[in-house]
Structures are given as structure tokens and as C-alpha cells.
């Protein structure tokens, strides 16, 4: 028999805070199995996150731009360091890293179209480059990560930046994973694996050990793109400060920092709630560590993990941001979880919503899946379509949230603008608590 929740009250039945029915259900799936809970997706657990944050909009003190006539600027340089052919983006919104493999060919052509439309960039993420994302980019980096997966100088050459991926925010000190159902042929092959086998990438690369080693490294990139392209370094949000430092002091042009509330395709689901820290408390111990350096705006800082809203957007470039990059949320644009799917995903087992299992490669909405049969149910051209419009309504928000505080330029947003609604969230973001001018923690 089953009860409601008003029945379950009646009856004085009252659920553990420590030992919840979905504790519960994990205990006894590991009991059941002898095995941990691998899954895609991000931090599910309740974070200090930008909807935490509030903007300080123009009124008497502050003069406000007008919309409709006063223009507000949304185009960023990347990599302006040392690279001869840095990044002219038209938006400060940028597609992560996300592999072939992973994802399908199709929605990686999807991710090109989309972000080409809108003048901004994509990434290749592990395994390698393929034509129909390559084809459909006009600005594309690639990842250069510790598996070597489909490493290509050729391709390498090709791309418009290079990314040296040290960690991920999902999974900061662990590698990746692509289970067995999805390595097709066409995916062993541009790996170098066997078909159908679990890949494990390393957690760290194989030929070095430390930042000096990383300087060498970069050399050798620089090298090989003729000193063309940036070189970015992109680490998972932990000891922030410290590795923002050690990447500036190895060369990079650009430094990605990814927050925990970053997605994936799979890996062990305790690493995805219990390491790294928050977006929020990351992106100012990293505008901390440049400022230090004299480097801030000089190197630039790309944030992800999270972003969702143009106001989240906003809110990290405030924070010091030059630039963001989504993942989770470009999948969904693309039309992942869509409720037009809802009976596919409950004969899964899941629902439109919550379906979380990319790294089954049974996805009903043909993105994150090597299944032909699965993949031909998605349109690259539609799913480009509505990547495009979304990364619009994302630069539009942002713009409407500038022009109230009365900027010129999404890069003129400072931490002046914003005020915080929560404890934690003024002290990880370090700015004041609203109504007051106390930012916890802050040296008096």
C-alpha cells in the first residue's frame, strides 16, 4: 500500500534529513550491486549559486542606459597574451569542451551551427575533432587532454585556440569516462581503442608533473601554431587561487575555471557532489590571483559551471569574468530533456526533466548517444537553430541587466553592482549582504 504525504503525516511517519528516501535507495543499490552510482549531469545538492546574487539597478544614484537607443557592448578578445590571432568573439558566451563520442556527430555539428550563428566559439572536449564540427565552426578550440584520445597535431593546427584541460569541475583530480555502449567503430577508431570496451582516461597528463613542466608544454604548443593561436588552461574549481597563479606563471593566455555545478558525461556520482567548490566562491579567488599578478583583463578568465540565465551571466562577468562557457544548458537548448520525449524517457525509466543518463548512450532525443538508429532522430540544422536563439536571449538578458546599472559594455559590470541575499553567498562571492555594507569574512 502506498500513502500519500498527508497519510505519511497522519500516521506520525516523518523522513530523515540524514537518511532520505533517495539515501535510502542509494544504500540499497549498492548493497544490491557491489558497485558506485556512475551518471552524467552536474551537482544535484543545493549550492550558493547567482540566484543568491542581486543586481543593484540605476535609479537616482546610478544614471541607467536607455534600451532601445543607447548601445551596450557584448564583444571579448580571448587569448591577447602572447597568441598573434586572438579570439574576436561577438558574445561573451562560449561553448565547452564536450566530446565526439560523448555527444553525437550530429549535435556536435549542431554545436558549430550555433555558436557560428551568433559569431562566438565552441570546443572539441576528448576524442578528437570531427569534420561536421570543424565544417560548421567558425571558431573552434581544441581540448588537449590527459588521455591523448584522437590527439592530432594536423587537427590541432586546424583549430583557432588551444585548451589544456588540467581538471573539470564535475570531477576535479579524476579522469573521464566513456562506457563501452558507446564506443562505435567510428569512435575506437579516432581513439585507438577496441570497440565496445569502458575508456578510462587519466587524471593527469602523462608527461609532466608540475606548472614548470606545463611552461614546457605550452612552449611546445606555441610551436606547433607558429605562435597563432591562445593557448587556455582550464582547471577544475578547487584550490583556485593557487592554480590560477601556477597557470599565468606557465604562459597561458586564457584560464578556464569550471565550478562544481559543472556537468558530464559520466563519472562516479560522489565525485560530482562532493568534490570541488561552488562557481560562486571560485570566480573571486580567481580574479583575486590575476589582480595579484597584475594580469586581470590582461590574461583572460573564462567561467563555467552553471550558467543557465543571461543574469548568470551578467553576474559572473560582475564578478570579474571576461567570458562564459555553458554545456549542460547548450544540450539543452539543443533539445535534450524535451517533454516531446516524456514516453521515451519513462520507458527508461527517467522522465523529461530528470533524465540524467548520458553515459547510457540511450538517449531518445539522439544527442548524447553513438546509437544510428537514436541519432538520426535529431536535426543538426534545428538544433543549431535553437542553440543560436538561446545564446541571443542569454547576450539580450545580460545586456537589459548593463544598461539598468548603467554600463556601456557587459565588461563594465563590477562587484559594486551587486549585493548578495545570503551569508554564504556575500562571503563566497565577497560582496555586501543586501541592505548593509558587511561582506562576511572581509578584513575591516
Known sequence: MTFTSDERARLGLRESATFDRATIAAIQRAADTGIYDIRGWGAKRALPHF?????????????????YRERCGTDVVLGSRYAERPLHLNIPVTIAGMSFGALSAG???????GASAVGTSTTTGDGGMTPEERGQSTKLVYQYLPSRYGMNPDDLRKADAVEVVL???????????????????????????PEGIDQRSASRHPDWTGPDDLTIKIGELREITDWQKPIYVKVGATRTYYDVKLAVHSGADVVVVDGMQGGTAATQE??????????????????????????????QLIVSGGIRSGADVAKAMA????????????????????????????ALGSAAGFYDDFQDGRDPAGISTQDPELATRFDPVGGGRRLANY??????????????CGK????????????????EAAAMARVPLAGTSWIPGAAR
Not at 562557481?279 to 573571486?284: E, M, N, S, V
Open 408 to 423: 556601456a559594455h557587459l565588461q563594465h559590470l563590477e562587484p559594486e553592482d551587486l549585493v548578495a541575499i545570503s551569508i
Open 51 to 67: 540566484d543568491d546574487l542581486l543586481f543593484l539597478g540605476a535609479s537616482m544614484s546610478r544614471y541607467p542606459l536607455e534600451g
Open 167 to 193: 581538471g573539470q569541475g564535475a570531477k576535479p583530480g579524476g579522469g573521464g569516462m566513456l562506457l563501452g555502449q558507446k564506443i562505435s567503430e567510428r569512435v575506437a577508431a579516432m581513439r585507438t581503442l
Open 270 to 299: 560522489v565525485f560530482i557532489e562532493h568534490v570541488g567548490i561552488p562557481t560562486l566562491a571560485a570566480i573571486p579567488q580567481a580574479v583575486q590571483a590575476l589582480q595579484e599578478l597584475d594580469m586581470h583583463r590582461k590574461v
Open 391 to 404: 545564446l541571443r536571449v542569454l547576450t539580450m538578458e545580460a545586456q537589459t541587466i548593463a544598461r539598468a
Open 107 to 113: 549535435a556536435k555539428e549542431a554545436l558549430g551551427r
Open 319 to 346: 564578478l570579474g569574468a571576461d567570458a562564459v562557457a555553458i554545456g549542460t544548458a547548450a544540450l539543452i537548448a539543443l533539445g535534450d530533456n524535451d517533454p516531446r520525449h516524456a514516453a521515451d524517457y519513462e
